[in-house]
Nanobody
C-alpha cells in the first residue's frame, strides 16, 4: 500500500509562486508515473500535470503550461509541483497521485481512473 502526503499549500497573492510537495511512503514509487490533479469549489477534479517514472517525461494541462513545473526525486520518493505566476483561477485543492499498476511505463496518464493511489490534498488559495 502507498500513502501519499501533500504539503506546501497556502494563501498566496496573484502573481506569486508556490511549491507543492508530495511524499510517498509504504513502498517505493520510483518505477511509476505520478501526477497532480486539482479540484476547485463546485467543479470536478481535473488533471494538472504528470511525470514519467524517470522524470524525463512531463506533461501539463493547457491551463498551467508554461507556469507550472513538475519534478520528482526518486531517492526521496517525492514529487513536486512548482507553481509560478499564480492566478485566482488556480485556487483549488491539489492532489497528488501514483499510477501504481504499470511500472517503467512511458505512457502519459491524464485521467483519474488511471491512478491507483491518492493523497488527501493540500489547499491552494490565490487572492486576486
Amino acid at each position: 500500500q502507498v500513502r501519499l502526503v501533500e504539503s506546501g499549500g497556502t494563501l498566496v497573492q496573484a502573481g506569486g509562486s508556490l511549491r507543492l510537495s508530495c511524499a510517498a511512503s509504504g513502498r517505493s514509487v520510483s518505477s511509476y508515473a505520478m501526477g497532480w490533479f486539482r479540484q476547485a469549489p463546485g467543479k470536478e477534479r481535473e488533471f494538472v500535470s504528470g511525470i514519467s517514472w524517470t522524470g524525463s517525461g512531463t506533461y501539463y494541462a493547457d491551463s498551467v503550461k508554461g507556469r507550472f513545473t513538475i519534478s520528482r526525486d526518486n531517492a526521496k520518493n517525492t514529487v513536486y509541483l512548482q507553481m509560478n505566476s499564480l492566478k485566482f483561477e488556480d485556487t483549488a485543492i491539489y492532489y497528488c497521485a501514483v499510477q501504481g499498476t504499470a511500472y517503467f511505463s512511458t505512457r502519459y496518464y491524464t485521467r483519474e481512473s488511471e491512478y491507483d493511489y491518492w493523497g488527501q490534498g493540500t489547499q491552494v488559495t490565490v487572492s486576486s
